[in-house]
């Protein structure tokens, strides 16, 4: 796989969770995928990871990946960025992350993610 074909992978799965469609990161990931946290040690797979995004997209809108920077490596992707959206309570919100992707052929294997804790917290707030 060339370094494009890499970075089309990548972008399609932030512009997936942009546009909220979770189905198509599901698309992009193999069976048996495996995506760790570094905020709580934790390492969901498919179901887990989709049912958490799907929980992201109803609670953060105008979801946008700000700031991307991505490099490529042999059979994977490092992306550094800052995730903006909306709460439901109207408060805007970034969080600036890390992820570490892993290529199996075409599809993600394993992310990696490195996010601030405090930011995390931000965007599982809920609407009082």
Do not use: C
């Not at 040690?41 to 989709?50: F, G």
């Amino acid at each position: 796989m060339d370094d494009q074909q890499v970075r089309e992978i990548a972008a399609g799965l932030f512009d997936a969770i942009e546009s909220g469609d979770v189905a198509a990161v599901g698309d992009l990931y193999t069976e048996d995928v495996e995506i760790w946290h570094n905020y709580d040690d934790a390492v969901q797979n498919r179901e887990q990871n989709l049912a958490t995004l799907a929980g992201l997209v109803a609670r953060i809108s105008d979801r946008k990946y700000d700031k991307r920077q991505v490099e490529v490596f042999a059979d994977g992707f490092i992306q550094q960025h800052v995730l903006r959206g909306v709460r439901a309570d109207g408060v805007q919100v970034a969080m600036p992350g890390v992820l570490i992707g892993r290529l199996r052929g075409d599809k993600i294997a394993r992310l990696d993610e490195y996010l601030d804790s405090a930011h995390v917290a931000q965007f599982r707030q809920v609407a009082s």
